[in-house]
C-alpha cells in the first residue's frame, strides 16, 4: 500500500513537473513566435500621396510587423537604432533627403552596414541611386519617365527566386519614378542587381516614345550587413500588386507578411481621408483609427480622385494635419462647399487645417484627441 500512495504521489509530481515545463516552453516560443518586426515608415517631408497610407496600411495590419512612424528629425536623433527596416515612399526625393540634411546621410548609411533593412517604391528610389546617398551601384537616365498610369514590369528568373514570387511580366502602377540603369563605375559601397525591368513606355512624350524600354525598374543589394531593395513603380497602391510591395519586405527582412484588413459591416459610411499635403504622423494615425472601424469605408484621396469625382461616391470628407497652401491649390473652396451642399460632411482633425473648409453647417472642426467616429456616424 505505501509503494502504491508513494507511486501515486511521484507520477502526479511528475505530471506537474512536466506540465510545467511544458508551460515554460511554450510561454518562451509564444514569446518568440510574436516577436515583431519593426518596420520605420518616413512622414515628413516629401512624403507624400496615397502611398503612404497604402504603406502604412499593409504594415499596421500585418501580424508579423510593428509599425513605426518616423519623422526626419527621428532620424537625426538616431531612431534607425530602434526600428529593423527603414521605408522611405514616394513623393519627392529632394525634399526627403534635404528633411533630414545631408549631414546625416551616414545615419541612414550606418544603419544598413549594421545590418538594418531599406525599402524604397518611387521618390525612396531615388533616394538609392548615385545621384542621391549612393547606396547601390545604379543612377537615372535624365529627362526620362512621365505620369503614365499602367505599366509592364517584367520579373527576372533570378528575382523570382529573391523575391518568392513568379518569373514573368506584370502591369504596375507607375508615377514619376526614376528610369534607371546600372553602372560600372560607382561610388557607391553597395552592391546590387536588376530585379525587374520596363517592357512598355513610362512615358506619353511622343518624344520618349520607344524609348528607354528594358531600364531597370526595380533593384536590390546588400549595403555593409544590411538590405536594400528599391521599385520605380508603386506596388503598394493596388490589391493586384501587393503581393510584390510583401515581397520587398520579405527580401530584406526574412520575413511573410500576411496582412489582415478590417471587416466591414453592412453597409458602412462611405469616408474619405485626403491626402494632399498631408503632414507628419497625425494622418497616418487618423487613417489607421478610421480602417479598423467595421463601420466606415475608406478611400484615400488624392487630385487623381478628385478629378474623377470621388466626392459624389462619399458621405464624409476628413482633411487630416496638412500643407494649406498645397490643399487650396487642388480642392477649391466652392468644391467643398457644393459636396456640403449635397448632404456631405467635411471633418478637420489636423491643428493646422483651420481655414481651408468654408464656415457651413455641414462642416465639423475637432478639437486634439477627440473621437472622430461619434461625429462621423453622427
Known sequence: MRNFIFLLVASVVAVFI??????????????????????????????????????????????????????????????LKEVDVLVMPGGGSRKQCNAIGKAHWDKVREFLR???????????????????????PFDRHLNAGGNTACV??????????????????????????PVAYKLENSKSEGKGIELGTYKSSVSRSKEQEGKFIGSTAWIYGTYGKGRVIATSFHPEYWESTHDMMLACFYAVSGVKMTPVFPKKNYRPVRVGILTIGMKGREPVETMLKLERDPDIDLDYVMSAELNQGILLH?????????????????????????FMNRGGSVITTGKDSAGIVPEHKNYIRLPENACIKKYIVK
Open 18 to 79: 512536466g506540465a510545467g515545463c511544458s508551460s515554460v516552453n511554450q510561454t518562451a516560443a509564444a514569446g518568440a513566435a510574436e516577436k515583431k518586426v519593426k518596420i520605420g515608415l518616413f512622414v515628413d517631408s516629401g512624403a507624400s500621396g496615397n502611398g503612404v497610407l497604402h504603406l502604412a496600411s499593409l504594415i499596421a495590419h500585418s501580424p508579423q510587423t510593428e509599425l513605426v512612424l518616423l519623422l526626419a528629425s527621428d532620424i537625426r536623433a538616431g531612431k
Open 114 to 136: 549594421n545590418g538594418g533593412g531599406y525599402v524604397g517604391t518611387c521618390a525612396g528610389m531615388f533616394n538609392v541611386l548615385e545621384c542621391r546617398m549612393k547606396l547601390l
Open 152 to 177: 509592364s514590369v517584367e520579373i527576372t528568373p533570378e528575382a523570382a527566386k529573391i523575391l518568392d514570387l513568379k518569373p514573368g511580366v506584370r502591369v504596375v502602377r507607375y508615377s514619376g519614378g
Open 314 to 338: 462619399l458621405d464624409v470628407l476628413v482633411i487630416p494635419e496638412c500643407n494649406k497652401d498645397t490643399v487650396r491649390k487642388y480642392l477649391a473652396a466652392q468644391r467643398l462647399t457644393d
